[in-house]
């Protein structure tokens, strides 16, 4: 059976090889192997909607790579309008950030049509379609529109927040009621899963058969729990071979013996950015001793700059950078270093294993890539701490982390010290426990876990779950 995959974003090979957020980077190295078909946006435009949009194909491993242009004002409305002022914000529990203008679902349903046409143009009677995040919910509808049959699935990526803040969406039922089109819906976690099944029954007139499926009209809709995961094994081998490297050697010269904590993030107030400068300003106006002893590297690549409220952020996080410096900088001590660029991951993973302390506080977060691509970097003899946000996905599997609420700046910058001082012996218990958990499931599982749920959910009409819920 092909498979095609479909996601706005795709990740090109581009010359550094940095890759723009976790879900690119994640299918990249899955299609690589697996041998799918993966079709996204092209980042090119036509001038205005055609029977048939211009696409372009190429090989990317194993795998094809197909990207589509759409027409320009749509897909900014799509873009810019429906997926980042409005279903983001939703998503991540931000209903004071949304910003939404009736031309922006209509535009939704164009760019969803669209690639429903592109999709169904490549797919045969045996084909399996794996739909990706909230660019796509109308898309599963619109190719039963167009006849095709086999099984469809989708994943989110991001939170499924509560239905109190959901139903704050203008056009919310009509967004989220066309996920009844296809056959399994996935989710990072099980209250992810929960909120959904609550939203379904509760606004969308869904039935609950058992406790991971649901009856819409004559449709029945598997749900399931599939936390993404990471390719361990190469961002460990990758930090080994580049811990010796000479940007990894400049970082390490210029620490004088002094620490390292690391930050990488994209430049999001999902993020919780601000409150992780404020707990470092906290942890350096409490411990005044660290401000010679403890660098902050925070790598922030700027993203979906058209959008006002990213616009907004990206102002106040320089500010904070800079007023950070001024008052704890030294003429010989950097105390913060905020780089607003993408790293390749191979770099990426050297500066995990340099730093001490991994620093990952979302307010919110779907899973956090960013969490298990620390810890899977790190020297097994001399492991670093990673402090977490409970409120990220990869709190619930990475939970022998310092597990933090980001909120709260005090346990923030209290962490942080906790962190830098933790002795041997406690970090290699917790580091080889989160070992453990991120190689029982690595990225290949994720993929083929559900790859297989999905066929199975197709073919029988009350499949058994692949993990059950309360
Ligand atoms: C998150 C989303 C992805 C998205 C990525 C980068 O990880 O879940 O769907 O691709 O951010 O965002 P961008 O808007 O640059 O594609």
């Known amino acids: 059976m092909d498979t095609i995959l479909v996601s706005n974003r795709v990740a090109e090979p581009s010359r550094t090889g940095a890759v723009p957020g976790g879900l690119a980077a994640v299918l990249l190295s899955a299609v690589k192997t697996s041998g799918a078909t993966w079709v996204g946006a092209s980042g090119k435009f036509a001038p205005a909607e055609e029977a048939r949009m211009p696409t372009h194909s190429k090989k990317l491993g194993a795998g094809t790579l197909t990207t589509v242009d759409f027409p320009v004002t749509d897909y900014r409305r799509f873009y810019n309008g429906m997926a980042n002022s409005a279903l983001w914000p939703i998503l991540h529990y931000r209903a004071d950030l949304l910003r939404y203008e009736p031309e922006f679902v209509a535009s939704y349903r164009v760019i969803n049509e669209i690639m429903a046409n592109v999709v169904a143009d490549r797919a045969g009677p045996d084909t399996l379609v794996w739909v990706h995040d909230y660019h796509y919910f109308m898309l599963g509808e619109f190719l039963r529109q167009r006849g095709f049959t086999g099984p469809i699935g989708f ?9 109190s803040v959901l139903i704050c969406l203008p056009e919310h039922r009509t967004v989220l009621k066309a996920l009844s089109a296809y056959d399994l819906i996935g989710f990072q976690t099980d209250e992810d ?7 379904a029954i ?8 058992g406790q991971t499926e649901l009856q819409f009209g004559d449709r029945r809709v598997k749900l399931g729990i599939f936390p993404v995961g990471i390719n361990v094994e190469f961002f460990a081998e990758a930090a080994r071979e580049n811990i010796d490297s000479n940007k990894s050697n400049r970082i390490k010269r210029g620490l004088h013996h002094g620490k390292l904590v690391i930050g990488v993030d994209r430049l999001d107030y999902s993020k919780g950015l601000p409150e992780r400068f404020a707990a470092y300003e906290r942890f350096l106006t409490i411990y005044p001793d660290e401000r010679k002893r403890v660098s902050f590297l925070q790598i922030t690549p700027p993203t979906r700059s058209a959008v006002e ?3 907004r952020i990206r102002a106040e996080l320089a500010s904070h950078a800079g007023d950070i410096n001024a008052r704890f900088g030294d003429v010989d001590w950097m105390v913060l270093r905020y780089i607003n660029e993408s790293f390749p991951p191979d770099q990426l993973a050297a500066l995990y294993r340099i730093s001490k302390v991994g620093c990952v506080t979302p307010l919110r977060d779907g899973m956090n890539l960013v969490a298990k691509e620390y810890i899977a970097s790190q020297d097994p003899e001399d492991p670093g701490v990673l402090v977490l946000s409970k409120f990220a996905g990869a709190a619930k599997e990475l939970n022998a982390a310092l597990v933090v609420n980001p909120y709260d700046i005090g346990e923030l910058a209290q962490a942080l010290y906790r962190a830098l001082y933790m002795e041997r012996a406690e970090r290699i218990e917790r580091w080889s426990a989160m070992m453990k958990t991120l190689r029982g499931g690595n990225i290949v599982r994720w993929y083929e876990g559900f790859i297989d749920t999905l066929r199975e959910s197709a073919v029988s009409p009350a499949p058994v779950a692949s993990r059950s819920v309360a």
Do not use: G
Not at 193 to 199: K, Q, V
Not at 202 to 209: D, F, G, I
């Open 202 to 209: 509760t606004k969308l007139s869904a039935t609950m058969v």
């Open 155 to 163: 994943f989110l990526h991001t939170p499924f927040p509560t239905k």
């Open 309 to 311: 409220s990213y616009r």
């Open 193 to 199: 899963l929960l909120r959904f099944r609550d939203y």
